[in-house]
C-alpha cells in the first residue's frame, strides 16, 4: 500500500491516542483497586472496633468512592456504640428504597442496632414498618423475636421463632434465644425442649454456639444424662472453644458424672489452668467448695498471677461462705482494706453482714446501714442503692427502702433495669399505704412493658380504687384471664361497680375462682357488688369476716363507708 503524505500526517496522532486512553484506563484501574483495598479495610475496622480508624477511613471514601451506600452502611455499624442515634439516622434513610440489593441488610442492621442500645420504641417502629417487605426474612425475624423477649413478652416471642424456624431450622441464634425463652418457663417439658435447642445451637462454630455450652453446663434445671455429660465435656474442651473459663465447666462435668474421682478432676484444673488462668481458677474452687485447696493455692507459686485485690476478696468470700462473719468483719475493718474496697463497698457488705447475724430484725435500720446509704447517696451508686433498698425491704424498714429505691432510679437509664426497681418500689409504696404513688410507678412501669399482664391488672384496679380510671377497662381477654390465673374477674368487677353496672360486676365476680374469694380485697369488692344489688343480707355477713389491717387506706375507706350504709 501507498502512504500518501495527508494519510501520513493523521497516523502521526493515532499512538498520543493510544497512550492517553492507556493512561486514563491505568489511572480508572488504579482507582478502583484503590477503592476495593480500602471499603475491605473498611469493613475490617468496623468488624474489629477500630473506630477511630473506620472513622477517618470512611470520611475518605464519602468524598471518593462511588460505592456510597456499601459506606453508610459501615460507617453506620461503626457509630453503634459511640452514636446509636446517628447510627440508626443513617440507616433509616438507607433504608427507604424497599427495592435495593442492601434493603433487607440494612433493615436488620437497624433492629440489631435499636435493640441491642435498648432503643425499644424505635425498633417498634421499624418492625411495624416493614413487616409486609420482611415477614419471611430469618434475620428479621429473629430481632422481632429477639424485640419481643426484651419486651417480656415471652408467648409472642416463642410465636416469632416458630416461625422463624419453619423457614430456617438451622438458624442458630434463633435456636439460643428459643431455649432462653423456655429456661424461663417452670415446666420440665419445656426445659427438655431447651436442652434440644441448645444443642442445636451448639453446633454453631461462633459465639453462639460457645453460650449455648455454658447455658447447658450451668442451668441445673436443663435434664442432663451421662451421655449428654460426656457430649458436653467433649463440646467444651473442643481445640476452637477451649479456654479456662470452657474448661473449668467441663471439670464440673466431670464432677457429676464421676464424683468418686474428685481430688484427682480439682488437682487437674489446677495443673491445667492455674498458672495461665489463676483468676478464673481461685474463683472455680470457690464455687466447688473445694475451701482447702482454695487456701493451699492461694498460697502457692500460680497464685503470684493474682493480685492483693482478688486475693482480698477470695478470702472475703470463703469467710462469707463458711458463715464466718467475724473473720468478714475483721478483713473489711482492716487498716489495709481501704485499698482493696472502696469505703462505700465496705460499708454495704458489713450492712449486709450484720443484718445476717441479727437475731431479731430491730423496728429501725442500724448505724451501718445507714452508714452505707449515706455513702451510696453521696455518690450515686445505683448497685449500692438497690442493695440497700432491697435490705431495708427485706427487713420491712419500708421508708427508708423507699428513698433508696427512689434514689436509685434517679441513679439508672436502662428502662429495664428501671421496670424492676418500680416493681419492687411498688410493693414498698403499697405496705406504707401510698396508694396514689404505687400508681405512678405502675404506669412507669408499663412504659416499659405495656403488655405485662400482672402490673397492667394493678394499673386497672388502683384506678378502679382512686377513682381515676382513663377510660373503660377492657373486657378481659383469654390471654390476661390465663395468664392471671382469673384473678382479673376481681378487678373487672370493682370497674364495673364504679361505673354503676351492678349487675355486670356481679356477673364478672360469679367467674373469679374460689381460691381467690377470701382475700380481704376480693371480699372488700364482693360486699360492694352485693350492696350495689341490694343483697343487705350477703354484704352484713361478709362485712363482719373483713380483715381491715390487711386493706389499703382507700380500701378501708369504702369499708367504712359500706358498714355505714348497711347500719343506717
Known sequence: MLLFPERLGKLKFLPVFLLLALVLGGGILSWYLWQEKQIEALRKNVSEGSTSEATERSATLEK???RKREVQQLKALNLKAKDPQEALKILDSLMEDANAEDYQENTVSYLSIAIESKLYEQADQAIKKHYHNLNHVPDYLYWWARYEYEMDQTAESLIVLDRLLAIDSDHSSARLLRAKLLLGLDSFANYVQA??????AARDNSSVGTEALILLATRPEIPLFNNDRTWLIRELRDSSKNNASTGLLASNQELILKPEER???IQDGIKQYGKSAPDYVAPWLLSIRAIPELQQFLLSKDARG????????????VALDQGNFQEAQKLLTNVHSDSR?????????LALIENDQLTETPPEPTQYWYSAQSLAMESGDANALTTLARLAARSRWWKDSLASFSAALESTESPVARAQLLQEKFNAELQIGRTQQALEDVRLFLDVYPKHSVMLNNRFYLEALLDVQEGPIPYPSEKIIKELDGFIWSTYALALWRDGDFQAAQEALDQLPDKYRPLPSCQLITLLVALGNNQLGEARAISLSISESALLPEE???LLEAKQRLNS
Do not use: H
Request: positive net charge; glycine residues 0%.
Open 341 to 349: 474496697v472502696n469505703k462505700l463497698q465496705r460499708a454495704t457488705l
Open 195 to 200: 436442652k434440644v435447642n441448645l444443642r442445636e
Open 306 to 317: 493474682l493480685n492483693p485485690d482478688q486475693k482480698f476478696e477470695l478470702n472475703l468470700k
Open 263 to 265: 481430688e484427682r478432676i
Open 556 to 558: 378501708r375507706a369504702l
Open 64 to 66: 471518593l468512592s462511588l
